[in-house]
């Protein structure tokens, strides 16, 4: 199984508007930062989109991605579902929608904003048959599993997807460790977990909580995402343990 980072960054992105670099050096191609969105791969050739960035066009393009078989969200926050749009040609040369999963409020939030996207308009398809996760346990080919995690006064859905014998978690924008997301993230493989910045933050996760989620969780390996501009690459990759990697666009980890 595969993990590709399509985005690392947080919903601003790095750089700034402004070129406002931060403390991340501009000469460090890995300190660019798109909005975080990730896809996971079997061994069969199965590929989960998780969120549709604002910046999804610019990253399909960049890793050559033109085919999808189902897209799950983790919330409806702009940075995680703006680039809904550009799923459409990715059902030009289908026979029906995309499948589509998210949590029953952001289910409902996302059809409100982005009706055409899901009922169809002036004689355009419907581009994604969205789904609710209760009763989702498999989906093509992959194990799901599923919790709700607190954000801030909002929630976003983390993610385990199980294929091959191995396992990977999303769980990004979370700003608290609840049991249920021990009980589901148990023994992963690679962990893909929030870490906004160094110091705590309302709504996101900063490298204490991340590492310790990843402690806690018994995940064998983790990659950092979320990442705001007080974060340069190099000068973190050389403070967390060895299992522990900072995310960057187009990082590709076989699991």
Known sequence: MKMLMLGSGTSTGVPRVGNDWGECDPAEPRNRRTRVSIIVESDEGKRLLVDTS??????????????????????????????????????????????????????????????YVFAGEHGYPTIVELNTLEKLRIFAGFGI?????????????????????????????????????????????????????????????????????????????????HLDKSLDYRTLSAEVPDHVMVGYDGLEVTV
């Not at 399909?60 to 799923?87: E, K, P, Q, S």
């Open 54 to 115: 604002t910046d999804l066009r610019a990253q399909l393009l960049a890793n050559r991605i033109d085919r999808v078989d189902g897209v799950f969200w983790t919330h409806d926050h702009a940075d995680h579902c703006h680039g809904i749009d550009d799923l459409r040609v990715m059902r030009y040369d289908r026979s029906g929608p995309l499948p589509g999963f998210a949590a029953d409020e952001t289910a409902r939030r996302l059809r409100a904003r982005f009706s």
């Open 145 to 225: 599993g599923k919790v709700q995690m607190p954000h801030g006064p909002a929630q976003s859905t983390g993610y385990r997807f199980d294929a091959d014998g191995k396992s990977v978690v999303y769980a990004t924008d979370f700003s608290e460790i609840v049991p249920g997301m021990l009980e589901v993230f148990a023994g992963a493989d690679l962990m893909v977990v929030d870490c906004l910045r160094r110091r705590p933050h309302p709504t996101h996760a900063h490298l204490d909580m991340a590492l310790d989620l990843i402690a806690r969780s018994g995940a064998r390996r983790a990659v950092l995402t």
